[in-house]
């Protein structure tokens, strides 16, 4: 097997699959064992289609209210070819293209499971996009995130059907004329098809995967600045150590003791006598914070795992058991609440971040009002700390539970939604914000470590300095501060631990 192929449906998806499937561009191909459980299910559902009396939900009825509406056989392709066009109504902003191929990796993904009663043709072909970097025009809004992400979904699946629009090789192009250059015909849908693809949690499924890579980055990152704030406040390592951790055990708190210690070792300024005895809550309740939201981090991650690796679309088709069962699994319950937990942890990153830097332009601790050597006739890092102040408190905004709300659709039917989309999304606001706080945190502290001269922080924190300072000067005197803090994100975004 070749090391550059990822065998859609062989095993589970790990974050540490996925991104390396995204990142070394693989090849997604399905093994033969995979194609034959893919057609088993189809093959029992058109017997049970040739057999049943009664309707079958999606598959010989109408959608949602419609499904006392029945369906003759040979208008049931035709059936799931409207079901995609007229469900296509995602609207808003393009979604990235990195969200895109994601989206198209777990929905191919999750029909090789054998449930949902597709062709091998229909998951051929988004593998096919995928590979060749064919990648359909999402929007992203319009899901509701119950009965799935139905309108982002079909917009994504219009493509295969020869509809809607696609960008290939760096242009939008329609559909048809891409699968023209391949010599593709178009996917004839055949029963349950349309429902396959357009039920299920992929749109608020890879929205939450590529947060969630964020997020690992993000809390590791904001551990560093803060250490580094730390030593510019001239703090303390006592709330660090491990004893005070272990009597109060909760997983992340520990790890946040644990990475502060070891950011923190061989520093001169951590080491040497303080005349104070304590820290504001910002300094000294790191770990309980830091942690909690890494706690919360983990707490998703497992949420989402198991949703990756699920069937969600409706109805389920059991060939074993002789059942072919309309139920919920589409329903984004568990990913809405969960990313709502994730914004509001993430959130609270940014939140306590703020808080440092208000309390080292203080001028506490031998440090010059506003960092900056001239007070008053330089106002310094006054007013970075409104813009960090104004995005904490947007984020308070977006940290509304989007799981709490929900609006009744298709006449009554769908009379509960989760709204997981907008959970979703409005995660990448939260943490666009908590990139430009935690920026102007570094700024702060960076500036602050230099009234601390000649002494030096740890190994570790000097060389990240060391590195920062080639992109942001020290500042001497008042300069416009807007391109410091836009390179500063820039630094932080691409710079690796």
Known sequence: MSSNVFHIGSTPLTFESIEKILTENMRLELTAEVVERIQRCRDYLDHKIEQQEGPLYGITTGFGSLCNKTVPPDELNILQENLVKSHACSVGEEVSPVIVRLMMLLKAHALSLGHSGVQVITVQRILDFFNNDILPIVYDRGSLGASGDLAPLANLFLPLIGVGDVYY?????????????????????????????????????????????????????????????????????????????????????????????????????????????????????????????????????????????????????????????????????????????????????????????????????????????????????????????????????????????????????????????????????????????????????????????????????????KEYRKEVPFIKEDIVMYPEIHRTVAFLRRYSL
């Open 169 to 465: 090789k760096g242009k939008k192009r329609d559909a048809i004329s891409v699968l023209d250059e391949y010599a593709w015909k178009p996917v004839k849908l055949k029963s349950k098809e349309g429902l396959a693809l357009l039920n299920g949690t992929q749109f608020m499924s890879a929205n939450g995967v590529f947060a969630l890579m964020r997020a690992f980055r993000l809390s590791e990152k904001a551990d560093l600045i803060a250490a580094l704030s730390l030593e510019a406040f001239d703090g303390l390592l006592d709330p660090f150590m491990d004893c005070i951790q272990q009597i109060r055990p909760h997983q992340g708190q520990i790890e946040t003791g644990g990475a502060f210690r070891r950011l923190l070792e061989g520093s001169e300024l951590i080491s040497r006598k303080k005349e104070h005895i304590q820290d504001p809550y910002s300094f000294r309740c790191i770990p309980q914070v830091h942690g909690a939201t890494k706690d919360a981090i983990r707490y998703v991650t497992s949420v989402l795992l198991t949703e990756i690796n699920s069937v969600t679309d409706n109805p389920t088709i059991f060939p074993d058991e002789d059942r072919i069962i309309s139920g919920g699994n589409f329903h984004g319950q568990p990913l809405a609440i969960s990313y709502d937990f994730l914004g509001i942890a993430l959130a609270e990153l940014g939140n306590i971040s703020e808080r440092r830097v208000a309390q080292l332009i203080m001028g506490l601790r031998g440090l010059p009002e506003f960092l900056v050597a001239s007070p008053g006739l330089n106002s310094g890092f006054m007013i970075p700390q409104y813009a960090a102040a104004s995005m904490v408190s947007q984020n308070k905004m977006y940290c509304y539970p989007a799981s709490s709300d929900s609006i009744v659709s298709s006449n009554g039917q769908e009379d509960h939604v989760s709204m997981g989309a907008n959970a979703a999304t409005k995660l990448f606001k939260i943490m666009d914000n908590l990139d430009h706080i935690l920026a102007i945190e570094l700024m702060n502290a960076a500036q602050g470590i230099e009234f601390r001269r000649p002494a030096k922080t740890s190994p570790l924190l000097e060389k990240f300095l």
